[in-house]
């Protein structure tokens, strides 16, 4: 059983990111396991001085991070980026410096957004930033949803909300995909030539 850890990019309550999160597990492989992060508007600004001794909402999603074999992300696109509540989550999960709990993860990302092209900027982003943390994106499909509010019916049971038949398939697809990552150890695979690396830099 694949243990992932979703996070959901926006604080509001009828988020439509959190919505597509939720209706995840019917699509999911079988022994996958989608449990949501709801501590994301829990964790302070980030500053290296609470490191030493973070905050209960900060250990909280590093155990959440360490426990999970996947990472599953879905962002807005606030301005033309990823939000602020979740580029600090991923400020502090990528701290202590040298033992961060990212690092060796797989992760799958989406964005969505009711404009025209789907938060496609904030998920490019969110890819650059994986790639400097260490962390393997699945490569496709790239899934960014335009148009959200017409692809979801928010009073729906979770294996009936996603509306779109293309983008429950793009998204059955990804995850398959996540859960392939996951079984070959990709995320372990990108982070070992630096062990190694390391380990001759300090001999």
């Known amino acids: 059983m694949s243990r992932v850890l979703a996070i959901s990019g926006s604080l509001r309550a009828a988020s439509?990111?959190?919505q597509l999160l939720s209706c995840l597990q019917p699509l999911a492989p079988e022994g996958m396991h989608i449990a949501l992060f709801p501590g994301l508007g829990d964790l302070p600004h980030f500053?290296?001085?609470?490191?030493?001794?973070?905050?209960?909402?900060?250990?909280?999603?590093?155990?959440a991070?360490?426990?999970a074999d996947g990472l599953l992300?879905?962002?807005?696109?606030y301005n033309g980026a990823i939000p602020g509540v979740l580029k600090n989550a991923l400020?502090?999960?990528?701290?202590?410096?040298?033992?961060?709990?990212?690092?060796?993860?797989?992760?799958?990302?989406?964005?969505?957004?009711?404009g025209l092209f789907g938060g496609i900027r904030a998920q490019a982003q969110l890819r650059e930033m994986f790639a400097l943390l260490n962390v393997y994106v699945v490569g496709g499909p790239q899934v960014a949803i335009p148009a959200v509010h017409t692809r979801l019916n928010p009073t729906a049971e979770p294996e009936q909300?996603?509306?779109?038949?293309?983008?429950?398939?793009?998204?059955?697809?990804?995850?398959?995909?996540?859960?392939?990552a996951i079984d070959?150890?990709?995320g372990?695979?990108?982070v070992k030539p630096l062990h190694h690396l390391q380990s001759q830099q300090a001999t």
């Open 91 to 114: 400020d502090w999960a990528s701290r202590p410096r040298g033992t961060s709990v990212l690092p060796g993860h797989a992760a799958m990302v989406l964005s969505a957004s009711p």
């Open 16 to 18: 439509y990111h959190t």
């Open 188 to 190: 372990r695979r990108l």
């Open 65 to 67: 991070i360490a426990e």
């Open 47 to 63: 500053s290296e001085d609470l490191e030493t001794d973070p905050p209960l909402p900060v250990r909280e999603l590093w155990q």
């Open 184 to 186: 070959h150890q990709a």
């Open 161 to 180: 909300r996603l509306t779109d038949p293309i983008t429950r398939a793009m998204l059955t697809s990804l995850l398959h995909g996540l859960e392939e």
């Open 73 to 77: 992300i879905a962002t807005p696109e």
